[in-house]
């Protein structure tokens, strides 16, 4: 069985709309079925697994695909088959390589795909972009296959010369009075193809693998801060560099503080005998370290005291940030005789002069409405 005999979603049991993951679940669920190596010495199990490879390697990459699901077979076949595939169009630098030759990059066989570089989202709390961390993930990464080495040869083969390209990389189609060169389909450019694809990695050197990273968080890391881990990405295909890793920050919310950049910020209730006496407010900042702040005598609610450094750490730098609190004065709800007596003398003894805001909007409304 040929891949190019049947369609490829077809091939795999799956509707033209899957997404990278469905495709991924057939791919692998129908490999294992038809694995040589489950099917000894039978070649129809052989060419069925072959057949479902190469519509797998179409349909999980996106330019592929789309050119697949625009051009069908056609768009992998020199030529065209009967109508325009996507090799006859060119973007300019191919145009202008063609033309010109060396001058824009030269002819010859294109240099080994580099990795994909991947994406891993980290969730932590607040407390550990204070301090810093140091944590370990596992991901499922592409890494070279242990088998070949990354070559994608079974061991003691090699590689022969791409009859398509006849070595050269890169096949040509005319467009209008312009030659356009594109990477061959047959040796995606490496001008060579392998004789005998190693079983494990199917010839792309490299296999699905969970792999265990140590990742440093630094002190001062905020939500979208981006961490690069060189060459932890997918493998590159047959030997070739890997990709890169790209960690995600991402805060969980805190239960007392809210975060501005480097600024910390919470409420704290005082007491209305505090707010009107003066006093101090003790609470710890996020490194358990006592932060004290003194309250001045007729603090109103709402007013905000600020700590000069108790704040968040600066990110590959120095200091801190600063530490804001917004008070709220409580009215106390449950009082003894005693303390409701007391109040009552003072309300006796109040004369309008101790709460200037409220005798002010008191004198505003009286001039509002002409009393």
Known sequence: ????????????????????????????????????????????????????????????DPQKRAAYDRFGHAAFQNGGGGGAGPQDFGDIGDIFETIFGQAFGGAGRSQARRGADLRYDMEIALEDAFHGKSTEIEIEVSQTCETCHGSGATPGTGTRR????????????????FVVERPCPNCHGRGEVIE?????????????????????????????????????????????????????????????????????????????????????????????????????????????????????????GRGRGDLVIEVQVETPTKLTKEQRALLEQFRELETGEECPESLSFLDRMKNAFGA
């Open 162 to 177: 791409c009859n398509l390209c006849s070595g050269y990389g890169k096949v040509r189609a005319k467009q209008g009075f």
């Open 1 to 60: 069985m040929s891949a190019t005999e049947i369609d490829f979603y077809e091939l795999l049991g799956l509707s033209r709309d899957a997404d990278g993951a469905t495709i991924k679940s057939a791919y692998r669920k129908l490999a294992m079925q038809y694995h040589p190596d489950r099917n000894p010495g039978c070649e129809d199990s052989e060419a069925r697994f072959k057949a479902i490879s190469v519509a797998y390697d179409c349909l999980k």
């Open 196 to 316: 005998s694809p190693c079983r494990d990695c199917r010839g792309e050197g490299r296999v699905d693998r969970a792999q265990k990273l140590d990742v440093e968080i630094p002190p001062g890391v905020d939500t979208g801060t981006r961490i690069r881990l060189s060459g932890k990405g997918e493998a590159g295909p047959r030997g070739a560099p890997p990709g890169d890793l790209y960690i995600f920050v991402h805060i969980k919310p805190h239960a007392i503080f809210q975060r501005e950049g480097t600024t910390l910020a919470t409420r704290v209730p005082i007491s209305f005998t505090k707010a009107a006496l003066g006093g101090e407010i003790e609470l710890s900042d996020l490194g358990g370290e006592p932060v004290i702040l003194k309250v001045r005598p007729g603090l109103q609610s709402g007013e905000q005291l600020r700590q000069r450094g108790a704040g968040m750490p600066v990110l590959q």
